[in-house]
């Protein structure tokens, strides 16, 4: 059974540019969360979505947007990149069932911002 | 809102001891109090979690206990190995559904 899936590992922007990150979950998780970690303010909770609809949001700018296609795959997009948006990007997908749920997290995806 | 407060942020251990990690939340709504355990290049992953109806869980080496009175739960690792070295994270979930993770504990293990 293939884990969740994202791309790109790496990634080099600069400032004003956006970016597109890429979630592919594991079969039959309809659920995808995305996180944003770094070193200062550790794991934060973007947003998440679950039949292509945001089911909750974090306390984030709306220069972080995302969405989910109907086959669960999920992305999520930074738009007029900062310095402090230098981070690695997390997916987690989970089964379709609200409340607790057993997140299952991709090996994310490093953007680092010049 | 909701916080969750992780301590110590950083624990080394002798191999073969035991470390203890302890989280503790402000009024919160959840339920479900899972840990993570992040290595080096990875995603973070599940290693143990605990429902408010039980007081204590163990699976091998690992275990946590929650006590939802004083608003604290603890992982607790026995007879550490140096496959354990890591950050591992404590999450709690708020009346809205939100996820919340504490700011992790990096855990040496020394040889």
């Known amino acids: 059974k293939a884990g969740v899936t994202q791309t790109p590992r790496y990634l080099i922007k600069t400032r004003g540019q956006q970016v597109t990150l890429s979630c592919s979950p594991i079969?039959?998780?309809?659920?995808v969360s995305w996180y944003q970690q770094t070193p200062g303010q550790g794991l934060q909770f973007l947003f998440e979505y679950f039949s292509e609809t945001q089911r909750n949001k974090g306390n984030f700018p709306g220069r972080f947007s995302g969405r989910q296609f109907s086959n669960s795959r999920s992305e999520m997009n930074v738009s007029t990149l900062e310095l402090g948006d230098s981070a690695l990007y997390l997916c987690?997908?989970?089964?379709?069932?609200?409340?607790?749920?057993?997140?299952?997290f991709g090996a994310g995806s490093r953007l680092t911002v010049l | 809102g909701e916080n969750v407060e992780q301590h110590p942020s950083t624990l080394s251990v002798q191999e073969g001891d035991s470390a203890v990690i302890k989280c503790t939340y402000s009024?919160?709504?959840?339920?479900?109090f899972p840990w993570y355990k992040q290595e080096l290049g990875k995603g973070p992953q599940l290693i143990i979690d605990i429902r408010s109806n039980v007081g204590e869980k163990k699976d091998q080496r690992i275990a946590v206990t929650l006590n939802k009175t004083a608003k604290h739960f603890s992982l607790h690792i026995t007879e550490t190995q140096p496959e354990d070295s890591a950050v591992y994270f404590c999450?709690?979930?708020?009346?809205?559904?939100?996820?919340?993770f504490g700011k992790g504990t990096r855990l040496h293990i020394l040889p």
């Open positions: 079969s039959g998780h309809r659920s």
């Open positions: 009024d919160s709504a959840s339920n479900y």
């Open positions: 999450v709690i979930m708020n009346r809205d559904d939100k996820i919340i």
């Open positions: 987690a997908s989970s089964l379709p069932s609200s409340g607790a749920n057993v997140l299952t």
